[in-house]
């Protein structure tokens, strides 16, 4: 039987074995990411060598980039004006603020714990590593015990936060010699990768969702074809800026924003109103579906390799990006907002790295340019601390920060936390 066949073979098994106790699973600490990466570190080379996916550099890339796509395209697409204005405050200064200060800290503490990179490198270190993925500590964000304006807040930065990220990313990606990104230059790579590629991402999801709406009015879309329909614009929104020679993630990131806005404002058709917006229902799941697959390649190709090579400098990295890189920020960011200490520290302790910092790492490794490969080591052991740490800790640390919220409730104190009631949330 050929590699590939048993590559498929064990993505499926491991897919249709996840699937049977994912509802079991969901009430332990061991999230899909857990199970799908560590299953990625077995079968690789690194232990039972069963498959060696790095044969298949090609396909691998293609997974996860499309994985990124979707699920840049559906967080852009569920992100709304009023998760930003109804108790804004928080999303706006974790990005405007927080998003900066962790690049420059995760670039300034890599300078001492990685040598022999560049100063580009080490910036690109720091950027990749910046980006959240909310699904790795998911119950942080969801449980209901949580103040809605930490839970809106924490889900509104992750929709946005990896989207973010992605100007830093190609900016210092083009400073490092001899990668694909440095052929146009840092100031062609702007021009190319952040204006060109966001205008045409605009325009796809703008005009997408204008059709959309307009053949909703007249009655001509299924429900089923409508939701494929999102995968169309996406995908189109990712291709029109690689034939550009730009950012597909930046343009189907801007294409969600887009594609988001012009859907909703249509809500009704044939003048009866309809029911809750199922659009981007199966492109989010396909996303999902993707994202966990992705996580099982990244623990083969990226995560076993770089724990047969692991350094003290490295681990020490990972557990600062994952602290003090991501809390400190967080701390300056809220000053003066009136969030008092327990909140400011669930908030920074929840920034999980998960499928973007995987995809944008694997990248970097693939332009096969010094440095590259401790790049890399330094960015898989970090996702996966981060996998395991704030995946196991988010369902007990968001019930005992839940129960922290009630007490002070209870005590009648006014504190920042009350700035979105239940009954206030986000629609």
Known sequence: MSDGAWAGLAVAGVTAAYALGSRRL?????????????SGVLIGPAVLDVVDIEHYAAPVTALMEAALTLVLFTDAMTVR?????????????????????CIAAGWL???????????????????????????VGKT???????????????????????????????????????????????????????????????????????LLRAARARGWVARRWGQFYVL?????????????????FIAAWVAGFAFGHAVRRHRTGGGRPQGPDRTPEFAGNLGALLASISLMVFGAVLLGPALEHLTW????????????????????????????????????????????????????VEEQVPGTQTLGRAVAVTVA???????????????????????????????????LREGASVP
Request: glycine content about 14%; charged content about 10%; some cysteine.
């Open 385 to 419: 601390l981060s996998i395991v740490l704030q995946g196991i800790s988010a369902a007990a640390l968001a019930q005992r920060y839940g129960r922290w919220y009630a007490r002070a409730c209870a005590a009648a104190r006014e504190h920042g936390e009350h700035g």
């Open 109 to 135: 503490l890599a300078w001492p714990l990685l040598p022999g990179l560049t100063v580009w490198e080490l910036a690109l270190v720091g950027a990749i590593l910046t980006a959240t993925d909310v699904a």
């Open 232 to 248: 169309g614009v996406a995908v189109s929104a990712y291709e029109l800026a690689v034939l550009t020679d730009g950012s597909g």
């Open 81 to 101: 004006r009023r998760d930003l204005t109804t108790g804004g405050f928080l999303p706006a200064r974790l990005l405007g603020i927080g998003l900066p200060l």
């Open 313 to 364: 400098e490295i681990v020490l990295y990972a557990v600062l990006s994952l602290t003090v890189v991501r809390m400190l920020p967080v701390a300056i960011a809220l000053l003066g907002s009136g969030l008092r200490l327990p909140t400011v520290a669930y908030i920074g302790w929840f920034g999980p790295r998960g499928l973007a910092s995987v995809v944008l790492g694997l990248l970097v």
């Open 140 to 210: 942080a964000m969801t449980e209901p015990s949580v103040p809605p304006l930490v839970r809106h807040g924490l889900n509104a930065e992750s929709g946005l936060n990896d989207g973010l990220v992605l100007p830093f990313f190609v900016v210092f990606a083009a400073g490092v010699p001899g990668t694909s990104y440095a052929q146009e230059g840092v100031t062609g790579t702007f021009w190319r990768s952040l204006l060109l590629s966001g205008v045409l991402g605009l325009l796809a999801g703008d005009i997408g969702g204008r």
């Open 26 to 38: 969901s009430a332990t600490p061991v999230t899909s990411a857990i199970v799908f990466t560590g």
